[in-house]
């Protein structure tokens, strides 16, 4: 991502926030893991799309129209020794060359610079309630500054959501954006060829797990962006499946839901495919079911239709397919109406895409279902999971669990599957499972 790109972003924002406003935006926390051991970090999306700086302990503040600089980053400071240890660090003048601000101060100065910077303001853009430290400390810089008063100094009397504001620009995806997203979609559909065409019978599903972190990291994404769902047999119907510790046998499906991060953007992947190499007849049913609603859904995804139109089309396929193999009895209308799908398709057929898997953005305005317009990234994934644990269920459908998901971007004149690399059809899946006994 270009450093003017950010620049862009927070001159769109200092717009929003006005004279009179201050943005205050903190990036994560470390995180420990266990005893001195600390999770790989990840900057706070809302932080990393407005500045690019990777770091931990850092906090973004703007402030329109102050005369000796509107973008100021408070990080840590270059230090010889703690760098030789833990890394390096831009410091603050990496802060200002590197990365665009136009001042940067000491992380460890915050308590004392940043009650300075509310003075007078008329309003602060803050997100409340996502770093619960961090609410505390701005309390006490606001106390601070209200104890002024007979100074003749103000504090702000206005919050806005921070959080808000930003999400509505990030759920428009720019070009640079979608570039990411392009490679993080291409990263993750070779990683699903790559398990097509590493899964044998007798393998454990964290062995199938490893091929896709091995391919996801080869290509240069270095995290995956959730948790890799691996899931044979039973486990394929488990929605958010992460033990990924059993053994795949022929017979059983593999249900694999794995995207990439690349350079902060997610993908979001899901196949379903068998062990053996042969769907069976009852998966290839059921699989066939859900790959007619995943294509319907994915009609709907175009400029003007509203954000549930997806859904709605993926749950009539998805009804009457229960419907002509037997599962479901009655009316179409009605067991729709009735969301006799529900023990079977119990979530809903996508949501949006982008720095956060489960990205930022309203799905509603005014209440009503969100319209799609271009430059919006939705996944789209329906799914059957066909538990032994379902109440009057058939043996033969025992334990098939079947999701396809793609990502899909809104352009202009309809939409682009950003994930098409990744086979689909019975057909492709076939293939490219016959590659791998060639092999
Ligand atoms: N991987 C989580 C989801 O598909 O929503
Ligand atoms: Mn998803
Ligand atoms: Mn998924």
Redesign the pocket.
């Known amino acids: 991502m270009e450093k003017r790109e950010f620049a862009r972003r927070r001159k769109r924002l200092m717009d929003i926030a006005g004279h009179g406003g201050i943005v205050i935006q903190p990036t994560a926390p470390e995180r420990i893991r266990n005893r001195d051991v600390y999770y790989p970090f990840r900057p706070d999306s809302d932080f990393y799309y407005l500045t690019g700086f990777p770091e931990p302990e850092a906090v973004l503040v703007l402030v329109p129209d102050r005369p000796q600089g509107e973008c100021i980053l408070f990080c840590r400071e270059r230090d010889d020794e703690a760098e030789s240890w833990h890394g390096r660090r831009a410091g603050l003048e990496g802060a200002c060359e590197l990365y665009g601000a136009d001042d940067a101060f000491p992380i460890t100065d915050l308590d004392d610079i940043l009650p300075g910077l509310i003075e007078n303001k008329e309003r602060i853009y803050f997100t409340m309630g996502r770093y619960a430290d961090f609410d505390q400390r701005l309390v006490s810089w606001l106390n601070r500054v209200t104890s002024k008063g007979r100074a003749g100094i103000h504090a702000p009397d206005q919050f806005v959501s921070l959080g808000h504001v930003v999400h509505e620009m990030r759920l428009f995806k720019s070009s640079q954006e979608l570039k990411a997203m392009r490679r993080a979609a291409s990263i993750a559909a070779a990683a699903h060829r790559r398990a097509m065409a590493a899964c044998k019978s007798g393998m454990r599903e964290y062995q199938i797990e490893a091929e896709l972190l091995h391919s996801f990291m080869q290509q240069g994404a270095r995290s995956p962006a959730y948790p890799s769902i691996v899931g044979g047999g039973a486990n394929s119907c488990i929605l958010h499946y992460t033990e990924n510790s059993d053994v795949l046998k022929d017979g059983d499906l593999l249900l694999i839901?794995a995207g990439a991060e690349y350079d902060s953007y997610a993908s979001?992947i899901t196949r379903t495919f068998p062990v053996s190499g042969e769907y069976t007849t009852e998966q290839r049913q059921i699989y066939e079911i859900v790959l007619e609603a995943q294509l319907a859904a994915i009609a709907e995804v175009r400029p003007g239709n509203t954000w549930n139109e997806p859904h709605e089309a993926a749950i009539e396929v998805i009804t009457r397919g229960l419907i002509d193999i037997g599962i479901l009895k009655g009316r179409l209308r009605k067991l729709i109406d009735e969301e006799a799908y529900k023990p079977y398709y119990p979530h809903k057929t996508?949501?949006w895409l982008g720095m956060d898997?489960h990205d930022v953005g309203d799905y509603k305005l005014h209440d009503e279902w969100r319209v799609f317009e271009p430059g919006m990234v939705t996944?789209v994934?329906p799914g059957l999971y066909l538990a032994a644990t379902l109440k009057d269920l058939g043996k033969q459908w025992w334990n098939i669990g079947v999701r396809i998901?793609d990502d899909v971007l809104v352009t202009e004149t309809g939409h682009e599957i950003l994930t098409i690399e990744a086979p689909k059809s019975v057909e492709a899946v076939e293939a490219a499972m016959r590659e791998r006994s060639a092999a």
């Open positions: 839901d979001d996508g949501h898997v996944t994934e998901e």
